[in-house]
């Protein structure tokens, strides 16, 4: 069965630090990824998404950046962290293109203070 | 650009009741509806997923319907319960991107 691996689970961070949140797919192959943003009392906000090794798509401009070096391995990254930044963070993936279903992980909490 | 809304934003109801959540979007043209369930500090479960040639699905207590020309999609919840307490999200997926989300409904049953 897949699973979907997403850590860590909290995180406090000083503005201008550095970050890098890491997530993981087992048991499937050639998976998209997303990486989605939940804001308290806001939506959940596509952030990055990625069909394939390398291949990254930025859905909105900010200081958040996205990898994908492996094919199961989805990384989203900042050099330097706003206020901004702090909010729910969800990975995600799916296989195949347009009917396939969408599995989350449990998400990491990131406050930068 | 897609735009999903859910209305109502949030909503208590007396456990029993059967109720209704609502989901609109603007571009009519999706592959598919899907439906989410997410608790507090949790990442969200996947509830129903409609096809864009389909009209409605169903899981137990759980139905969901699509009508593309209006862009509308309901989760009827039938003989609601304290655990179905949540915020239930509607997301449409479109060629090209990604799966976009309504900003979701909170629901409170109480006993």
């Known amino acids: 069965s897949q699973t979907i691996h997403q850590w860590p689970a909290t995180l406090v961070q000083p503005v201008g630090s550095p970050l890098s949140l890491e997530c993981t797919v087992e048991?499937?192959?050639?998976?998209?990824l997303y990486w989605y943003r939940q804001a308290a009392g806001r939506g959940l906000q596509l952030l990055f998404y990625s069909v394939g090794i390398g291949q990254i798509s930025s859905e909105v401009p900010q200081n958040l950046s996205a990898s994908r070096p492996q094919d199961r391995q989805f990384i989203l990254s900042s050099k330097k962290l706003l206020l901004s930044d702090s909010g729910f963070y969800l990975c995600?993936?799916?296989?195949?293109?347009?009917?396939?279903?969408?599995?989350f992980g449990s998400g990491t909490q990131l406050s930068v203070l | 650009k897609q735009e999903v809304t859910q209305i109502p934003a949030a909503l208590s109801v007396p456990e029993g009741e059967n109720l209704v959540l609502n989901c609109s979007f603007t571009?009519?043209?999706?592959?598919?509806l899907q439906w989410f369930r997410q608790d507090p500090g949790k990442g969200l479960t996947s509830l129903l997923l409609?096809?864009?040639?389909?009209r409605e699905q169903t899981s137990g207590r759980l139905n969901a319907s699509l009508d593309k020309s209006s862009g509308r999609s309901t989760l009827y919840i039938a003989a609601s319960q304290p655990g179905d307490s949540a915020t239930y999200l509607c997301?449409?997926?479109?060629?090209?991107?990604?799966?976009?989300f309504g900003k979701g409904t909170t629901l409170s049953v109480s006993s």
């Open positions: 997301a449409a997926y479109q060629a090209g991107t990604a799966l976009i």
């Open positions: 048991g499937t192959s050639n998976p998209n």
């Open positions: 571009d009519s043209a999706i592959y598919n």
């Open positions: 995600a993936w799916s296989v195949g293109r347009g009917a396939e279903k969408l599995f």
């Open positions: 409609i096809q864009s040639s389909q």
